[in-house]
């Protein structure tokens, strides 16, 4: 039979497509089973809750952990500038600077991320990318360079952005799943529950072969030291982590929960930690992750030769 010419959605039905959804959870360390400092082991998760000092958990729906290095080999706390450069580019960011460096990339990482973006590499393949978080243009007009690693990263790609419009139609998700951030500052956006945000963004995965969704309250909780927010946290997260992965088909697609360092682990401090940082992987290109995931900067490998698979 011939077949339509009408583009279909349902990429599991076509031979040699991979799907890969990273999901990049901000400051989620492997701390200690201690429900005074750590939310994980106070509001225990099915999915998340994974300490140090225990055997390493059969997660649901079949995944696996990979305690990872998030230190790159140099001194000092891990910081969300390089950290988030590591992933998204596989290169050793710390070590490109010569130091850990928090918040934005500086000139030197946006140059790593610029030649060597994963949705570059994406691209280069010849295959989709997105990046499922709605921004606006009023935060390129405000962040001018001092853009996000991960808005730099699908800028670098080529790949067009998402929109508000987009966020209001159903295509795309805000960082908190729910979108009360941007309503709390004035935009004009409906208020979404996580269930349907998981289900916005798993839709969104099985449209493209290459997925990023960056949630950063877990960084926000544990610079705060919020005990009493972390529950909701946790619970949001299961949320997402149980819509995904069950509306997507695990046969034809990797998911992926990593984080750049630790913090929320660990609410009596509010700085970042020295912890190991989960990466979760479910799906068809388990086992690829777990030859290959040593460190954050092995992440971006892992996941381009997940894509370049059947």
């Known amino acids: 039979m011939q077949k339509s010419s009408t583009p279909t959605l349902h990429y599991s039905k076509t031979p040699f497509t991979m ?14 089973r201690d429900p005074a400092r750590n939310p994980l082991a106070k509001f225990p998760s099915p999915f998340l809750s994974i300490f140090k000092d225990a055997p390493l958990p059969q997660l649901p729906y079949g995944g696996v952990v990979i305690p990872t290095r998030a230190d790159m080999d140099v001194p000092g706390l891990p910081q969300s500038a390089t950290g988030q450069t590591a992933i998204f580019t596989g290169k050793n960011a710390s070590k490109a600077l010569g130091h850990h460096q928090s918040g934005f990339p500086t000139p030197t990482l946006r140059r790593l991320l610029n030649e060597s973006s994963l949705f570059k590499s994406v691209a280069a393949m010849g295959k989709t990318g997105v990046f499922a978080n709605a921004l606006s243009q009023d935060y390129f007009d405000r962040r001018g360079e001092r853009i996000s690693a991960t ?11 998402l929109n508000m419009d987009d966020l209001r139609d159903g295509r795309a998700v805000s960082h908190d799943l729910t979108n009360e951030f941007l309503r709390s500052m004035g935009v004009d956006v409906p208020l979404r529950t996580p269930k349907e945000s998981a289900k916005i963004l798993a839709s969104l995965s099985q449209r493209h072969d290459f997925t990023l969704f960056e949630f950063i309250l877990t960084d926000m909780i544990g610079h705060n030291q919020e005990m009493a927010e972390a529950e909701t946290i946790i619970r949001r997260l299961d949320v997402l982590l149980r819509l995904v992965l069950t509306q997507i088909d695990l046969h034809d697609a ?12 660990d609410l009596s401090v509010k700085t970042h930690t ?26 971006a490998g892992a996941i381009t030769k997940a894509l370049r698979e059947p």
Not at 155 to 160: D, E, R, S, T, V
Not at 254 to 265: A, C, I, M, P, R
Not at 277 to 288: A, I, R
């Open 274 to 299: 020295h912890n190991l940082v989960p990466t979760c992987v479910w799906g068809s290109g388990q086992k690829n992750f777990v030859e290959r995931v040593k460190s954050i900067e092995d992440i």
């Open 151 to 161: 808005t730099r990263a699908l800028l670098a790609g080529g790949f067009p952005w």
């Open 254 to 265: 990797t998911v992926v929960l990593t984080s750049d360092h630790g913090n929320f682990e």
């Open 19 to 32: 799907h890969v959804l990273l999901l990049f959870v901000d400051g989620l360390g492997i701390g200690e």
